[in-house]
């Protein structure tokens, strides 16, 4: 039933909707401070538009990571290990290189001095070989190298160490050695290389080598017993040449 007010205007009156009715439960749900609404469905479920629960994660605990990093560590350790072996090593002759040898004397002398052991130094240099390099090439040099060291490996204790000073120079490290000891293991080891030889072009060749003696004591001194040694060498060196 429509009104007139005083305008004229007709003006419908508001229905009166009793409570219960379809038309109450089609209002608007009321919604929280996040704007969401709070109706569940029938079922239990979120209603359409809530935010969807959240799923417990177990934590990651790293362990493949860390196993990854240690592998890597591994690989560049032994890198590292592969890299310093070969700078210590002579290439030809596969036996340590100048660097390395005075590594290893260093550290000996070292133990020498803690354990009050002994030792000798011997450096050799071998006679003849210029001329063979000269007259053959250093390919047959080298052979003649490679036979010394053979010598040498023979001649000595695996707890001995040989080693490639450059060149056609040598040095053994040789542990618990009396003076005389020492002095009778130089002179074996110039009789072995002696009796060496070699034919190259249809020639027969031969080499030698001169060593010198520095004994290793509780007061010894790498670079000093390496100096003692080499002056030794060159004494004996000139001998063999006057004696030939």
């Known amino acids: ?41 029938p079922q239990g479920k979120p209603a359409k538009g809530s935010p969807a629960p959240r799923i417990p994660v177990a934590p990651n605990d790293g362990k493949p990571a860390i196993r990854r990093l240690r592998l890597q560590l591994a690989r560049a350790q032994a890198r590292i290990d592969e890299l310093q072996a070969s700078a210590d090593t002579d290439f030809l002759l596969e036996i340590p290189n100048r660097r390395g040898f005075e590594r290893e004397l260093s550290r000996s002398i070292a133990y020498i001095k803690r354990y009050h052991a002994s030792g000798a130094l011997i450096v050799l240099d071998v006679d003849r070989l210029k001329p063979i390099n000269d007259a053959f090439g250093h390919a047959a040099g080298d052979q003649v190298l490679k036979a010394i060291v053979g010598i040498l490996l023979e001649q000595v204790r695996s707890s001995d160490v040989i080693g490639r000073l450059g060149g056609d120079e040598f040095a053994l490290l040789l542990w618990n050695l009396s003076e005389t000891d020492a002095r009778a293991k130089a002179a074996l080891l110039e009789q072995a290389v002696d009796r060496l030889s070699f034919e190259f072009g249809g020639d027969v060749v031969t080499a030698g080598v001169s060593a010198g003696v520095a004994l290793l004591g509780p007061h010894a001194e790498a670079g000093r017993a390496m100096e003692e040694a080499d002056r030794a060498m060159y004494v004996r060196k000139a001998q063999r040449r006057h004696e030939a």
Do not use: D, E, H, I
Request: hydrophobic share 20%.
């Open 1 to 41: 039933m429509q009104k007139k007010t005083r305008s004229g205007a007709k003006v419908t009156p508001r229905s009166k909707v009793p409570p219960g009715s379809k038309s109450a439960k089609s209002r608007p749900a009321k919604r929280g401070k996040t704007g969401v609404s709070k109706v569940a469905s």
